[in-house]
């Protein structure tokens, strides 16, 4: 039997991979929704790592959105986020969407007349993570560690000779 020992950020990153990002958005405004959903009283928008067409799609709005949001520790005011809110939202909802075809017409203007901008740039910074190169290189990796179909028994030479302990 092996034993996987993980660091904490890898048990995190195992823990996003498994269990993708459940955002509820309370309904203050209704209108906006389609005649079937109009009754609900919160909407769930579910964030999970997207597949590399959904990310194709989103590559030109990371590219209009300044180094410093993308940045994971960085410190930012309400001022520096607030022009790129739209932005932020239209990643937000492609990636919930999670399909090559555009998301449905109200989910912008919902996101924007729903939510708070610290919400959504809280929302879009976890998003954000999710979309890295590293983000994908790290989980591939804790996949193949902890999932026993990705892992490759390594053949043993048959003229390999074991070192032997001595006492000299």
Same mark, same amino acid.
């Given at each position: 039997?092996?034993?996987?020992?993980?660091?904490?950020?890898?048990?995190?990153?195992?823990?996003?991979?498994?269990?993708?990002?459940?955002?509820? /958005?309370?309904?203050?405004?209704?209108?906006?929704?389609?005649? $079937?959903?109009?009754?609900?009283?919160?909407?769930?928008? /579910?964030?999970?790592?997207?597949?590399?067409? /959904?990310?194709?799609?989103?590559? $030109?709005?990371?590219?209009?959105?300044?180094?410093?949001?993308?940045?994971? $520790?960085?410190?930012?005011?309400?001022?520096?986020?607030?022009?790129?809110?739209?932005?932020?939202?239209? /990643?937000?909802?492609?990636?919930?969407?999670?399909?090559?075809?555009?998301?449905?017409?109200?989910?912008?203007?919902?996101?924007?007349?729903?939510?708070?901008?610290?919400?959504?740039?809280?929302?879009?910074?976890?998003?954000?993570?999710?979309?890295?190169?590293?983000?994908?290189?790290?989980?591939?990796?804790?996949?193949?560690?902890?999932?026993?179909?990705?892992?490759?028994?390594?053949?043993?030479?048959? $003229?390999?000779?074991?070192?032997?302990?001595?006492?000299?």
């Amino acid at each position: 039997m092996t034993t996987i020992i993980m660091t904490d950020k890898q048990k995190l990153l195992k823990a996003l991979i498994e269990e993708p990002s459940r955002y509820s /958005v309370d309904v203050n405004d209704n209108s906006i929704l389609p005649e $079937n959903m109009k009754d609900k009283k919160s909407i769930y928008f /579910v964030v999970k790592p997207p597949s590399p067409g /959904v990310l194709a799609m989103c590559a $030109n709005l990371f590219q209009d959105l300044p180094k410093e949001l993308l940045e994971e $520790n960085k410190k930012l005011s309400l001022q520096d986020v607030m022009p790129h809110l739209e932005t932020m939202v239209k /990643v937000i909802c492609r990636i919930s969407w999670g399909k090559k075809d555009d998301y449905p017409e109200w989910y912008l203007p919902f996101f924007m007349g729903n939510t708070t901008g610290i919400e959504i740039f809280k929302i879009f910074q976890e998003t954000a993570l999710k979309t890295q190169s590293d983000f994908f290189l790290t989980s591939f990796q804790i996949a193949s560690l902890t999932n026993p179909m990705m892992m490759k028994k390594i053949p043993k030479k048959t $003229n390999q000779i074991d070192s032997i302990p001595t006492d000299s």
